[in-house]
Nanobody, 129 residues
Framework: QVQLVESGGGLVQAGGSLRLSCTASGRTISTYSVGWFRQAPGNEREFVASIGVPLPWRDPTPYYPDSVKGRFTISRDNAKNTVYLQMNSLKPEDTAVYSC??????????????????WGQGTQVTVSS
């Protein structure tokens, strides 16, 4: 079983950047697909980014919704057993609790939070206008 811990959240002005980290323990994170989701008060959980399991012959394809495409980047650092979410050009509407999640293998629908088996506790991101 893998345990996930997020870090890197905080308060930032609109237009600023943050990098969130999702660090795994107990298992190697490179054997899991990883997704980032966010949830603001009163809103449903929203898909932010996902990255599949790296293969020897192919890097995993990241996925993003239109709301963050071009501003957010998900990446892996297998040596640190960590997945990052680089967030640039932040907007007030990006304010939410951000959580990372891991799924065994490569789920068919990585944008669906229900396919993920393990979750971190979340980290707050607040973007001021």
């Amino acid at each position: 079983q893998v345990q996930l811990v997020e870090s890197g959240g905080g308060l930032v002005q609109a237009g600023g950047s943050l990098r969130l980290s999702c660090t795994a323990s107990g298992r190697t994170i490179s054997t899991y697909s990883v997704g980032w989701f966010r949830q603001a008060p009163g809103n449903e959980r929203e898909f932010v980014a996902s990255i599949g399991v790296p293969l020897p012959w192919r890097d995993p394809t990241p996925y993003y919704p239109d709301s963050v495409k071009g501003r957010f980047t998900i990446s892996r650092d297998n040596a640190k057993n960590t997945v990052y979410l680089q967030m640039n050009s932040l907007k007030p509407e990006d304010t939410a609790v951000y959580s990372c999640a891991a799924a065994t293998g490569t789920p068919a629908r990585p944008t669906n939070w229900r396919v993920y088996d393990y979750w971190g506790q979340g980290t707050q991101v607040t973007v001021s206008s």
